[in-house]
């Protein structure tokens, strides 16, 4: 059975750091490209990072650039989104997404088949 699961979340104060992880478990993930994406209470899912397969292209939303950073590691089977300088706006759950795909990455949410249950990521003094 194909899963993602995320860990890594938490209670942050403003300015602090985070590194949450995305684990595959019944498949490898070299063959797809990965994206981070979070949803707030009230507001609709939104794209955070994408990573392509081999690491070799990246994209951002404008609002994390330059305090988030996205990275994989394919032996280990797991895709990391390391979040410095957060803020109470970055408080959302976290989910790790995955198609199949050998290059570039997403924004869309409607691209990606297989869904991890998400992490929670909260940001307050």
């Known amino acids: 059975q194909l899963q993602l699961v995320e860990s890594g979340g938490g209670l942050v104060q403003p300015g602090g750091s985070l590194r949450l992880s995305c684990a595959a478990s019944?498949?490898?993930?070299?063959?797809?490209?990965i994206g981070w994406f979070r949803q707030a209470p009230g507001k609709e899912r939104e794209g955070v990072s994408c990573i392509s397969s081999t690491g070799g292209s990246t994209g951002y939303a404008d609002s994390v650039k330059g305090r988030f950073t996205i990275s994989r590691d394919n032996a280990k089977n797991t895709v990391y989104l390391q979040m410095n300088s957060l803020k109470p706006e970055d408080t959302a759950i976290y989910y790790c997404?995955?198609?199949?795909?050998?290059?570039?990455?997403?924004?869309?949410?409607?691209?990606?088949?297989?869904w991890g249950q998400g992490t929670q990521v909260t940001v307050s003094s």
């Open positions: 019944g498949f490898t993930l070299n063959a797809y490209a």
């Open positions: 997404a995955a198609v199949r795909s050998l290059f570039g990455c997403y924004r869309h949410a409607v691209t990606y088949d297989y």
